[in-house]
């Protein structure tokens, strides 16, 4: 069990990880990178699961299924998308790139 | 099976590792593209675990879910052309938003039913639905607020990318309106979160968080989207989190968090690219300002393809500024190969970036990469606007709110503070252009009949050919 101390801390780290993180990035990877923020909040999609796993009436199995349905699709769509993107950095020169600043 | 709960928990450290470090590579060109493979596998380990969980049912339907939705999305991901990018990126956040909302309606339903929570009292119940804490009660209508707004307000913004929806609705009174709508919305939340946790109650509750993440959506314009879809995918990331806490799931909570900082950041970042502040693209009356859209005078001067491209193979400098019409064209290959001929006949050819051109910050980018336009011809606004005086001509395709003087100009104007590219300190501006209208802020541009800017009308990638085509006679 997380008790509410033990989520704030959690909360307060990892809000300064992500904050950190973008905080140094170059304006061509901001929408590979919203792209990519977006893919990992896919991981929603293991709320979803366990959701519907602990659905007892058609109802609620009728709410979980839509949501793994569309976590799913969150999670999927985002990794082909920003995959998709990031590819197309890797073609192009890295030498001739301006690293991040 | 004791061993069971332990691995679990330890696939989901490993997948919160690995969405940290795939997020950190991503922040760089050369690691980006092994970063968002480390978060894949992330995702991977993490479905995978949840699947063994040892006190789900109904996983029959979980796997029917997962790959309705996976075969779907991923079937949409592949096809989407690379101009479509931004619009499919607020339909998946949206999915993530519904998501997160649905897992919120799943637990508050089960609560507001109180014979069937009962569950076996195993010592990793990764649902600990039996006796909600008030904490949990409170984030799992937070959640499912915030994903509900973000849910139905990526949709709007995925209806207007697409083109759907092509104009803002705007009626007097409306942020009253709106403000009333989220009021209603928060009391009700707050009476379900203080333990009234009725059907009813309940379902007017989401009825009403929906209905604001539309109303909030409708009246924004085209323009200010980027900044919308970024902030939807915060506020996605947030809902995540709160969902996460309340089905005490570490991963759910670190990744949302995470998530939810990095876009707060981003949309910062981009709503200062456009010298405005979240709340007044979000608030503000952005293209609404109804009145003085100052009549310009003078008249709009056409050019002849052919003009133009002896225009510039004779000039030394070049600037060339795309923006969303080049995309919507799909213009980018046949623009970098008319850039690569003049830069052969010796003239030297820059790209200048707007941050906020295109659909996206980073949009043109994204394109000009595809393209195999190399990272050290592209210019920032910053960068270039000193140099647009030494430029002989600025070759605007398809940009147009982001090269509009009025920005600087007329107070009157919407988008009156918004950082430009100064494309009207060059020699000669080349404007190619579908037609005579008004850009997708729905505004007019100055730049369009100022005296040293020539209009050379027709779609992006059919103006590119004929610039091409001319070049090459030329040399013969």
Same mark, same amino acid.
């Given at each position: 069990m997380i008790d509410g101390f033990l989520a704030l801390y959690i909360f307060m780290l990892a809000a300064f990880t992500g904050y950190e993180i973008i905080a140094r990035v170059p304006v061509i990877l901001h929408t590979p990178l919203m792209s990519g923020s977006n893919f990992i909040h896919g991981i929603v999609l293991v709320g979803a699961m366990i959701a519907l796993g602990h659905a007892q009436t058609p109802f609620e199995m009728t709410i979980g299924f839509i949501g793994v349905l569309l976590g799913a699709g969150n999670a999927a769509g985002g990794y082909v998308v920003t995959e998709r993107m990031l590819e197309m950095f890797k073609a192009s020169k890295p030498n001739a790139g301006k690293e991040a600043k | 099976m004791a061993w069971l709960p332990v691995v679990i928990k330890a696939c989901y450290f490993l997948a919160a590792l690995l969405f940290i470090l795939g997020l950190k590579r991503m922040s760089s060109p050369r690691s980006a593209r092994g970063g968002i493979v480390w978060a894949g596998v992330g995702?991977?380990?993490?479905?995978?675990?949840?699947?063994?969980?040892?006190?789900?049912?109904?996983?029959?339907?979980?796997?029917?879910?997962?790959?309705?939705?996976?075969?779907?999305?991923?079937?949409?991901?592949?096809?989407?052309?690379?101009?479509? $990018? +931004?619009?499919?990126?607020? !339909? &998946? #956040?949206?999915?993530? /938003?519904? =998501?997160? *909302?649905?897992? %919120?309606?799943?637990?508050?339903?089960?609560?507001?039913?109180?014979?069937?929570?009962?569950?076996?009292?195993?010592?990793?119940?990764?649902?600990?639905?039996?006796?909600?804490?008030?904490?949990?009660?409170?984030?799992?209508?937070?959640?499912?607020?915030?994903?509900?707004?973000?849910?139905?307000?990526?949709?709007?913004?995925?209806?207007?990318?697409?083109?759907?929806?092509?104009?803002r609705f705007v009626f007097p009174g409306q942020?009253?309106?709106?403000?009333?709508?989220?009021?209603?919305?928060?009391?009700?939340?707050?009476?379900?979160?203080?333990?009234?946790?009725?059907?009813?109650?309940?379902?007017?509750?989401?009825?009403?968080?929906?209905?604001?993440?539309?109303?909030?959506?409708?009246?924004?314009?085209?323009?200010? $989207? +980027?900044?919308?879809?970024? !902030? &939807? #995918?915060?506020?996605? /990331?947030? =809902?995540? *989190?709160?969902? %996460?806490?309340?089905?005490?799931?570490?991963?759910?909570?670190?990744?949302?968090?995470?998530?939810?900082?990095?876009?707060?950041?981003?949309?910062?970042?981009?709503?200062?690219?456009?010298?405005?502040?979240?709340?007044?693209?979000?608030?503000?009356?952005?293209?609404?300002?109804?009145?003085?859209?100052?009549?310009?005078?003078?008249?709009?001067?056409?050019?002849?393809?052919?003009?133009?491209?002896?225009?510039?193979?004779?000039?030394?400098?070049?600037?060339?500024?795309?923006?969303?019409?080049?995309?919507?064209?799909?213009?980018?290959?046949?623009?970098?190969?008319?850039?690569?001929?003049?830069?052969?006949?010796?003239?030297?050819?820059?790209?200048?970036?707007?941050?906020?051109?295109?659909?996206?910050?980073?949009?043109?980018?994204?394109?000009?990469a595809e393209a195999g336009v190399p990272y050290d011809l592209i210019a920032d606004m910053d960068d270039i606007n000193p140099e647009f005086p030494q430029t002989d001509v600025a070759l605007v395709i398809g940009a147009n709110d982001v090269v509009n003087p009025l920005a600087k100009t007329d107070p009157a104007s919407p988008i009156y503070g918004m950082p430009i590219l100064d494309v009207s300190a060059a020699r000669q501006v080349i404007v190619v252009k579908r037609g005579k209208g008004t850009g997708f802020a729905g505004i007019e541009n100055a730049l369009f009949y100022a005296d040293n800017a020539r209009m050379l009308y027709g779609d992006g990638q059919a103006a590119a050919s004929e610039l091409v085509a001319a070049l090459k006679t030329l040399d013969g």
């Open positions: - | 995702m991977l380990v993490a479905v995978l675990a949840t699947f063994a969980l040892p006190d789900m049912q109904n996983r029959g339907l979980i796997l029917a879910a997962v790959l309705i939705g996976v075969s779907a999305a991923w079937w949409s991901g592949r096809r989407v052309v690379m101009t479509a $990018m +931004p619009q499919m990126v607020a !339909l &998946y #956040n949206g999915m993530g /938003g519904g =998501a997160a *909302a649905a897992i %919120g309606a799943a637990e508050l339903f089960s609560y507001a039913g109180k014979s069937v929570t009962l569950l076996d009292g195993g010592q990793f119940t990764a649902n600990g639905v039996d006796t909600p804490s008030a904490a949990q009660l409170v984030l799992a209508v937070l959640g499912a607020l915030i994903g509900s707004v973000s849910f139905s307000g990526s949709l709007i913004a995925f209806a207007k990318l697409q083109g759907w929806l092509d104009r942020r009253v309106v709106n403000l009333l709508v989220l009021a209603a919305a928060v009391v009700l939340g707050g009476m379900i979160a203080s333990g009234q946790l009725t059907m009813p109650l309940i379902v007017a509750f989401f009825v009403l968080a929906l209905l604001f993440g539309l109303m909030m959506t409708l009246p924004i314009g085209g323009a200010d $989207m +980027p900044v919308v879809i970024s !902030l &939807y #995918n915060a506020f996605t /990331g947030l =809902a995540v *989190a709160f969902e %996460g806490f309340v089905l005490q799931n570490e991963a759910m909570i670190i990744a949302g968090t995470v998530v939810g900082a990095a876009g707060t950041l981003l949309t910062q970042l981009m709503a200062k690219a456009m010298n405005r502040s979240i709340g007044n693209v979000l608030f503000g009356s952005f293209g609404a300002a109804g009145g003085a859209a100052q009549a310009i005078a003078g008249a709009q001067k056409p050019i002849e393809a052919s003009d133009a491209a002896v225009m510039m193979a004779y000039a030394e400098r070049v600037v060339i500024v795309p923006g969303y019409g080049m995309a919507v064209a799909q213009a980018q290959h046949k623009v970098w190969e008319f850039a690569k001929l003049l830069i052969e006949r010796g003239v030297k050819v820059k790209f200048a970036i707007h941050p906020v051109a295109g659909r996206m910050p980073g949009h043109m980018n994204v394109l000009l």
